[in-house]
């Protein structure tokens, strides 16, 4: 098959993207499919030669490992020759249009928020993942959880909050700790902190001015991290989640070795059916479709607490979700044929 693998983009995510990108690419060259890597943002401005011939230029392994730090949007803006308000760099979408199947390696707000979707839908391009309307509710933390809550899944208790840089003061006063403080839309831990006290707080918040003052304070839940993720329909082996230090932040989720990730989980057999179908409740509520992953914190009674889904998991060298198919003999190349065949299977409806 032609397959555009579609990465990069504007999004605080953009480095996670574009490594999830190359390994995706890179894995379905070696099944034999004529896969073209290409950055959603920068297009094919600087290739010269036919659209079409595009699928067999050579792939590069420059974005494999993940940046440790979160990408400069400004400084990605200023890089683009064409100066066009589209996020779609030149050639992309006659590019998609040619191929069989976009696969979507895009995470946050750039492509996993129903926008990109949307558009495919109405150009007829296939693609790979749930569609619009889940990704547009499952970006917004503070709609899942409101469309979550009343479905027997427990889920710490929250707030969503926009405010100013002078409401920052009277906020960190008011409000709760210990608590975590999340952007509403944003993905890979950036921006999230978890303060202890009122200092830490007022300093979480100011961050949050950073992603727009748009933010979700929610209920500290201490426990075990773990992650579960479904695949057509069905929930894989869940996986423990041990940071060596701090919690599982943007760095920890993506250097190797900054996390140990144990996969199945070493929890009781309760706890994992528990979990499972507490990510299976939300994956359905939400009308989710061909895989995502869901994050929770498990208690010392086996309760899981869910926090957030993701319906364009990462698929980097640290990634969670090919090691969970793993455990149940699933490897990385066959996992993205899986993740093909049940989109097109979806998209032809």
């Not at 210990?178 to 509403?184: A, G, H």
Request: hydrophobic share 40%; aromatic share 8%.
């Amino acid at each position: 098959m032609k397959i555009v693998v579609l990465a990069g983009g504007l999004s605080p995510e953009r480095n996670v993207s574009l490594s999830s990108g190359t390994m995706i690419a890179h894995a379905l060259r070696g099944l034999g499919h004529q896969a073209a890597l290409v950055d959603m943002y920068f297009g094919l401005e600087a290739y010269t030669g036919p659209v079409a011939d595009y699928f067999d230029a050579p792939l590069t392994d420059q974005w494999k490992q993940v940046d440790p730090k979160a990408p400069d949007l400004a400084e990605i803006r200023a890089a683009r020759k064409w100066q066009s308000p589209s996020q779609f760099g030149q050639g992309v979408l006659e590019l998609c249009q040619m191929a069989d199947i976009v696969f979507l390696a895009l995470h946050g707000t750039c492509g996993e928020d129903g926008r990109v979707q949307a558009a495919f839908d109405l150009m007829g391009i296939p693609y790979t993942g749930a569609g619009y309307l889940g990704s547009g509710l499952a970006m917004d933390k503070d709609l899942t959880k409101r469309l979550i809550a009343h479905l027997g899944v427990h889920t710490p208790q929250w707030q969503r909050v926009s405010y100013t840089e002078q409401e920052v003061e009277d906020l960190a006063a008011a409000t709760q700790v210990p608590c975590v403080v999340k952007p509403v839309a944003s993905g890979s831990s950036i921006g999230v902190s978890i303060a202890h006290t009122r200092q830490e707080l007022h300093g979480a918040l100011m961050e949050g001015l950073r992603f727009g003052g748009q933010c979700v304070l929610e209920q500290y839940v201490a426990g075990r991290e773990i992650q579960v993720a479904i695949l057509a329909g069905q929930a894989l082996p869940s996986i423990e989640i041990i940071p060596k230090e701090g919690f599982y932040d943007y760095e920890n989720k993506y250097q190797p070795g900054a996390a140990e990730e144990v996969c199945p989980a070493p929890i009781p057999p309760a706890w994992e059916q528990r979990v499972g179908q507490a990510a299976l409740t939300v994956y359905h509520a939400l009308g989710l479709s061909v895989y995502s992953r869901a994050d929770f914190i498990v208690d010392q009674e086996g309760t899981p607490w869910f926090l957030e889904i993701n319906t364009l998991p990462g698929m980097t060298p640290t990634s969670l979700v090919p090691q969970e198919a793993a455990a149940v003999g699933i490897d990385y190349a066959s996992l993205c044929q899986r993740i093909i065949e049940e989109s097109l299977r979806v998209r032809k409806g």
